[in-house]
């Protein structure tokens, strides 16, 4: 073989996949280099489906239309059942005259000017989530950057600095410095002599000068080299009086009021570090990709009451949420990814496993709260550019928008993620004392600018939300080692999909690589049968 | 209205007082009312600081000229792009063939959230910006001695390091040689920030494991289904952790000008100067190479020689503003005071370079999930960095080799093809299947041998600071100097701004006290 002729490792990745199947190309993959970022091995390949064969959908979220659109390909006949007017399910974006309605009645009809929009669900993809940049490319589902680590959004903690909110830059490299100080006087001091060797040691103390900003005493003290992360007193500017004045540093018991190593470990987590990516135009635009894809499949406003199977299918009957009538739909085999809270209630004739796993799935109650606002006064007054500010009360954090910066306002403030308790708390909230809280709470960080430039807003508290009574599975070990196979096992002719279904529960990525795997089961099931 | 009564100053001390931070010295486009009519200004360099001195001096009422050496205005706001010309000194000559929508930002390439200046102005002008993506954990850290020369991704190193350090200090902590410096309650407090920060197991050890790869990495992702479990990957040993001199990318990402949120402008980072030259319209003489600059008290007289055609020509007007470079300006016969002409001989500059290199796959997106940001290396190409526009297409794209400091002279040394070279042969570090594979085109850019700047932007110690920049930015009789030389934000566009600012603001007082 000459250079010309060499096969491109893409090309060895077709021919090794081809040869073995795609366990032995995400072998080979690893092998080569290629770090093991997801367990995407591109989409399923489902050949030989037998002529005639069917699979009904139940749910039109990713997974369930990722299912149809790959199960079509191979040559099944499908049809997706969605209890909403809607594709996307919790790929979701609310936008002006939108209505949401909550289980007890509550509605909020959303007031955004053109082009604003909440995502309610999911509103940041990680650089690693492959399967779900695949689909997004594949549909010309258009992608911008998320800001998610912004150094001059805010920390507040009621309980530091008087309350007082602090620029993230300020308090971390604080945090840096005082750790670098306090473990380059314990190296020498000796203390550490038996767990370092002494090449490491004298190595580990020129890190922590340079990382830390140490003084050539090795303390962490106000200068302008430290002013030159955390910000100065007195910004360097042009001409004669252009000389910079440094910033005062914070003393280490402040810091550790703030708990600013929470959102520093945040900011480190796998799903959260940078770069991230959202659609532009609200993360709707993906389930609205799928749906082009497989809209023709869909049947909306489909209640489905009952599932049952025997030896040769599966039939769901299902209500018109529309006009009450009743109908049946019947398939060899069914693909279901209806929420765990849902399904736990319909009917469903499958075994007593299951059933246990689907009760015990718990789901998380978070709240998000859009809230437009006249001016972009973040960016004006505050020079903060997408990114969130964090605090310590139920909202849980404020989020700018990262979409048409540096433009006219009105723009829209994500005023609240508010999770676990915070989320239950908001839950108990009518939207008009959700909004309020909103406003009182966020004023914390913008108190010139939160009321004055306030609009409108809307809450969205998704175990209010009829179709799904709760956000996202949040498997703990125990359950999980409990129920979790038992959950995605075949029963008969079903298999579940759906985040829930996955190890990346909340996230698309793990609807996504659920249904994929899934149909991969049932594709060989149906050929085995 | 403070900043009516009291001026600037006192409204910068009334914002700081209500807690918006010092994060720039710009308060707003100068107020230069009263402008004595038919006074005029020869602005020298149609740069940023020059072109922003004749924007506010003509708003302000001045007749302003602008002379300009080069054939385009921008000066160092500049970009390349398919079928441009780079001429060195020495003759040697490159046409850039990159694909239409591409470019090369040669000087300038990302704006700091906090230069309000300049994001002003993109703003009046109607410069569209779009994030720069400065840090991203999914790129490379190489060194030649750590890892027996592979690369590892910044997670994984930057991870490691505070796990490592995390547990070091705790056990010290709980040895208790701490106890003299931290107090009981602060030291439970410290422990528990360690081993949540470090990702410390419950013996305050930094070990391998599903919530350490949490942060660093999956060995088997998670996934969907009944095989979706992941596994944990391996952590280095802190010998190999120092091997890799991680902390210096982790403190690059802290520096204050480096920091998240940045940006670009769409499209190429000369649509800056391409806005205040399109403001200016024919206030600009382009291909006019000033000879002599002379003054007396009744104004100033410029001699120039226009670089097409030969031409001599002479500028008048009451007053200058010089904003050539100091390395050229101090070969140019200057009528001002001593120490000024020592101060402009005093400056040094710095001499990187940045070579383009165009790739027909953006095989770092599709087989690396790398999008923007930068891949370090102590090879002499120094930074490889990810374009930050056009993610996910199938356009061909351009990455960058940014080379400063020593390994700068090494590049800029050599022929321009022995230079694409280089990269390829030290780029070929971080992505070896593709990196020639996929190479189109190149083109490097040395600003020591541009010949109308000979460096690339001035690199102030605090000596040389200490005695020469009050004798650079002082009015000279009818002169003042101004760019990024004349501020304290040496190498960034918000210097040249704030220093042209501040220049024409003093000549305007000058002005009308004369």
Not at chain 2, 256 to 276: A, L, N
Request: hydrophobic content about 40%; some cysteine.
């Amino acid at each position: 073989m000459t250079e010309d002729t060499l096969p491109t490792r893409r090309q060895l990745f077709e021919m090794i996949g081809k040869a073995g199947g795609a366990i032995a190309m995400y072998q080979a993959m690893t092998v080569l280099g290629h770090a093991a970022e997801t367990q995407f091995k591109g989409p399923p390949m489902l050949s030989g489906a037998r002529k005639g064969a069917s699979v009904l959908v139940l749910g039109a979220g990713l997974a369930g239309m990722v299912a149809a659109y790959e199960l079509r390909k191979a040559g099944y006949k499908v049809q997706i059942l969605e209890y909403q007017d809607r594709p996307g399910g919790r790929n979701y974006s609310v936008r002006g005259g939108d209505k949401i309605v909550e289980v007890g009645g509550a509605t909020q009809t959303c007031q955004f000017a053109p082009g604003n929009y909440l995502n309610p669900g999911p509103w940041r993809i990680p650089h690693h989530h492959r399967t779900l940049l695949h689909y997004c490319k594949q549909f010309g589902v258009e992608l911008e950057p998320f800001i998610q680590l912004n150094h001059n959004a805010f920390v507040h903690n009621s309980k530091a600095f008087g309350g007082k909110p602090q620029r993230y830059k300020e308090l971390a490299v604080d945090f840096k410095g005082h750790v670098a100080e306090l473990l380059g006087k314990s190296l020498n001091t000796g203390a550490l002599d038996d767990k370092v060797t002494a090449e490491d040691k004298a190595r580990l103390l020129e890190a922590l000068r340079e990382w830390g900003l140490l003084d050539k005493n090795m303390a962490y003290a106000a200068s302008l080299r430290v002013s030159g992360q955390r910000g100065y007193d007195r910004a360097p500017g042009g001409g004669v009086g252009g000389a910079p004045t440094p910033s005062a540093i914070n003393g280490l018991p402040d810091l550790l009021d703030s708990h600013v190593w929470t959102q520093m470990n945040f900011y480190f987590g796998y799903v959260m570090q940078t770069t991230m990516f959202q659609p532009k135009g609200g993360m709707d635009m993906i389930g609205k990709g799928f749906a082009k894809q497989v809209g023709d499949l869909i049947t909306y406003n489909a209640r489905v009451v009952k599932l049952a199977q025997n030896g040769k299918g599966v039939t769901a009957t299902w209500e018109d949420t529309r006009t009450g009538a009743t109908a049946t739909a019947s398939a060899d085999w069914c693909v279901c990814t209806i929420p765990p809270p849902v399904l736990s209630q319909l009917e469903l004739q499958a075994g007593d496993k299951l059933k246990a796993a689907i009760r015990a799935v718990p789901f998380s109650p978070q709240c998000k709260i859009g809230l437009e606002m006249k001016s972009r006064f973040w960016e004006e007054n505050y020079s903060i550019y997408g990114g969130h500010s964090f605090t310590d009360q139920t909202i849980g954090l404020i989020s700018y928008p990262n979409d048409k910066m540096h433009q006219d306002g009105p723009a829209v403030l994500l005023g609240a993620f508010a999770n676990e308790a915070n989320g239950l708390i908001l839950a108990g909230m009518t939207p008009e004392q959700r909004i309020e809280t909103a406003l009182q709470q966020g004023a914390v960080f913008h108190p010139a600018e939160y009321r004055s430039e306030f609009l409108n807003g809307v809450a969205v508290s998704w175990p209010r939300m009829p179709w799904i009574l709760g956000c996202t599975s949040r498997w703990t070990d125990e359950n999980r080692a409990a129920h979790y196979q038992n959950l995605v096992a075949l029963d008969g002719r079903i298999v579940l999909a759906g985040e829930h279904a996955s190890y990346y529960g909340g996230w698309m990525e793990g609807s996504l690589l659920s249904g994929i795997d899934a149909i991969t089961r049932i594709h060989q099931r149906a050929l085995a049968a | 209205m403070i900043g009516k009564v009291g001026g600037g100053l006192a409204m910068y001390q009334a914002m700081t007082a209500l807690g918006h931070a010092a994060e720039s010295r710009f308060m707003g486009p100068p107020k230069l009312g009263g402008a004595r009519a038919g006074a005029s200004v020869l602005v020298l360099g149609a740069g940023l600081a020059g072109m922003l001195a004749a924007y506010e001096l003509r708003k302000a009422g001045y007749k302003v000229q602008v002379l300009e050496f080069q054939n385009r205005p921008g000066g160092r706001n500049y970009s390349v792009r398919g079928g441009d010309k780079v001429v060195e000194i020495g003759g040697a000559t490159q046409t850039c063939g990159f694909a239409p929508g591409n470019y090369l930002n040669p000087g300038p390439w990302r704006i700091p959230h906090h230069h309000r200046t300049l994001l002003h102005y993109c703003q009046e002008l109607g410069v569209e910006l779009e994030p720069f993506l400065q840090l991203n954990h999914n790129t490379f850290v190489h060194r030649k001695t750590a890892f027996g020369g592979k690369p590892q991704r910044y997670k994984e190193l930057a991870v490691d390091f505070k796990g490592h350090v995390s547990e070091l200090l705790s056990k010290s902590l709980n040895a208790g040689s701490l106890d003299d410096k931290v107090s009981a309650e602060d030291k439970a407090r410290l422990l528990e920030a360690l081993r949540e920060w470090g990702v410390l197991d419950k013996n305050m050890a930094y070990a391998g494991s599903l919530r350490v790869s949490g942060q660093r990495g999956f060995d088997s992702p998670p996934g969907g289904g009944p095989n979706g479990a992941p596994t944990a990957s391996t952590i280095n040993g802190l010998g190999d952790v120092l091997d890799s001199h991680v902390w210096t990318q982790m403190g690059f990402f802290f520096n204050y000008v480096m920091q998240t949120t940045m940006f670009q402008p769409k499209g190429g980072m000369d649509m800056i100067g391409k806005g205040f030259a399109k403001a200016l319209g024919n206030a600009i003489r382009l291909n006019t190479r000033v000879t002599k600059i002379a003054q007396d008290d009744k104004g100033v007289s410029v001699d120039w020689e226009d670089a097409v055609t030969g031409q001599k020509g002479n500028s008048t007007a009451d007053f200058c503003v010089c904003t050539i470079p100091a390395t050229i300006l101090g070969q140019i016969p200057i009528q001002v005071a001593e120490a000024k002409v020592a101060a402009i001989k005093a400056l040094p500059y710095s001499n990187p370079m940045k070579i383009g290199i165009e790739m027909k796959r953006r095989f770092w997106e599709e087989d690396y999930s790398i999008y923007g940001g930068h891949s370090f290396t102590d090879q002499a190409i120094g930074v490889l960095s990810y374009p930050n526009y056009d993610f996910f297409t199938r356009k061909p794209g351009v990455l960058v080799a940014f080379s400063s400091g020593t390994g700068g002279y090494e590049l800029v040394g050599m022929t321009p093809e022995q230079r694409i070279e280089a990269v390829l042969a030290q780029g070929s570090v971080f992505h070896p299947a593709e990196f020639r594979k996929e190479f189109a085109t190149g083109t490097s850019f040395a600003w020591s041998r541009m010949p109308w700047i000979l460096g690339s932007c001035a690199r102030w110690t605090e000596e040389t600071r200490a005695q020469h920049y009050q004798n650079l930015v002082s009015i000279d009789g009818r002169i003042v100097l101004a760019g990024e030389h004349a501020s304290h934000l040496g190498c960034w566009m918000e210097g040249a701004l704030l220093s042209s600012l501040d220049a024409i603001t003093r000549l305007h007082q000058r002005a009308l006290a004369a």
